[in-house]
């Protein structure tokens, strides 16, 4: 199946808009509107990319997280588009477009192998709880007390954790979201998985962030993104049983407002992070999307080419960058969040778990300086220095290497 190579990202086209709930502040402001386009821009500002290119970066608004990919190709069995969409407009005619991410070029996906006892996620939210810090192989191991309604998972499946799992596939990212000062965005992470439809999920995706870890199957109907050439299903937070989508605030504007997450002071040790982590990177800035593999029925199935279209072009006369980390966090309840939705799913064993790990970062003109892309490259690298191997699957560096996560047979066990 070919990746999507153009998403639909339109800016202000009406065959963009999305009926999604209103959620948070109407975006009636043309300011805000001024704003999303400068964001959504930056993948076509010239001196940006030039700054991306020197630090072997490049940036899109549509990534490959794939968990398996034939060597030199864009296709694979099992195989992702993400994108981040902002939320904006009004609440009748509410709009959703893609922003700016900045990480290693799509097409060979440097990735680097993490043991998987290095990841931990917060859990508690699913039920009301307080949060308390596990590492990401006990939430794969057991993940039905960690789940609103276990019932929604028919048969006697307990288990999402593979002999194959001692490392996961890891890569890392810089995501970009519109954010005046004073004021937050309101988005959801979106993927497509091209294996997956209706009644066969190939992947359930786990969303983590410093309130809490959410699990979905992806089937590309539920929450979908369908206008135009757009498609893909959006993720939300599980508020103990409810969905919200995600909020992205300045750490300027947090720092003396916001109150850190209820944690769990007496069950887990204090060495453990109170917030996703990766190794030694972890933030309240830090998400992680994992994508577990689950066994489908194989159809034969035809990509359809996105569709492109021009959006507007902004001066940026003011090349003044005023990036910052984002504060995540959650918004309004906009109804039942569905988790496995009364499927039978199983572990597909033949490919590794995918972990897509973003940082967020704010702004409200689009302006990224070299500092800051040299910033984010240094970021990148923290996340990749607590891998066993770095590089590519798809194009390999040296030929006869076996990774934990190369999806033919491996020797190496959990």
Not at 83 to 110: L, W
Request: aromatic content about 8%; proline content about 6%; overall charge negative.
């Amino acid at each position: 199946m070919k990746h999507t190579l153009m998403l639909v990202c339109s800016l202000f086209l009406a065959l963009n808009f999305i009926a999604t709930p209103a959620i948070a502040s109407d975006r009636l402001s043309n300011d805000y509107e001024r704003v999303v386009g400068k964001v959504a821009g930056m993948t076509r500002d010239q001196q940006a990319r030039e700054f991306a290119a020197k630090y072997e970066l490049d940036i899109i608004d549509l990534t490959w997280e794939d968990t398996a990919r034939f060597e030199g190709s864009s296709v694979g069995p099992n195989i992702s588009d993400m994108t981040i969409q902002v939320h904006h407009g009004s609440k009748e005619a509410r709009q959703m477009t893609c922003m700016p991410v900045i990480r290693f070029p799509n097409y060979t996906d440097k990735t680097a192998d993490i043991p998987s006892g290095k990841l931990y996620a917060m859990v508690g939210n699913e039920k009301g709880n307080d949060l308390k810090s596990i590492p990401l192989g006990a939430l794969l191991e057991d993940p039905r007390p960690l789940m609103s309604n276990s019932a929604s998972w028919p048969g006697t499946n307990n288990m999402l954790l593979a002999q194959r799992d001692s490392h996961v596939l890891v890569s890392a990212q810089a995501c970009f979201l519109p954010i005046p000062a004073g004021e937050e965005a309101t988005f959801n992470p979106v993927i497509f998985n091209y294996q997956s439809y209706a009644g066969n999920p190939a992947v359930l995706a786990i969303l983590v962030t410093r309130e809490g870890t959410s699990m979905t199957i992806i089937d590309n109907q539920r929450d979908a993104v369908s206008n135009g050439g757009a498609r893909g299903q959006r993720l939300f937070f599980n508020l103990n049983g409810e969905k919200a989508s995600l909020t992205g605030k300045r750490a300027s504007d947090a720092a003396a407002a916001a109150e850190p997450p209820k944690t769990s002071e007496t069950s887990e040790p204090s060495r453990r992070p109170t917030a996703p982590a990766v190794g030694s990177s972890g933030g309240d800035n830090m998400v992680m999307l994992i994508q577990v593999p689950l066994k489908f029925k194989e159809l034969p199935r035809s990509a359809a080419k996105g569709i492109a279209f021009d959006s507007e072009v902004y001066s940026k006369s003011e090349r003044v960058s005023n990036v910052e980390e984002a504060v995540i966090g959650h918004g309004e309840i906009e109804g039942p969040f569905v988790e496995v939705d009364n499927q039978a799913i199983e572990r597909d064993d033949r490919y590794p778990i995918r972990v897509t790990v973003q940082f967020y970062k704010a702004t409200d003109n689009g302006v990224v300086s070299e500092e800051d892309i040299k910033s984010i490259r240094e970021q990148i690298d923290r996340v990749y220095a607590d891998g066993s191997y770095v590089g590519s699957l798809v194009v390999p560096e040296r030929e006869g290497v076996q990774r934990p996560t190369d999806w033919k047979p491996s020797k190496i066990s959990f």
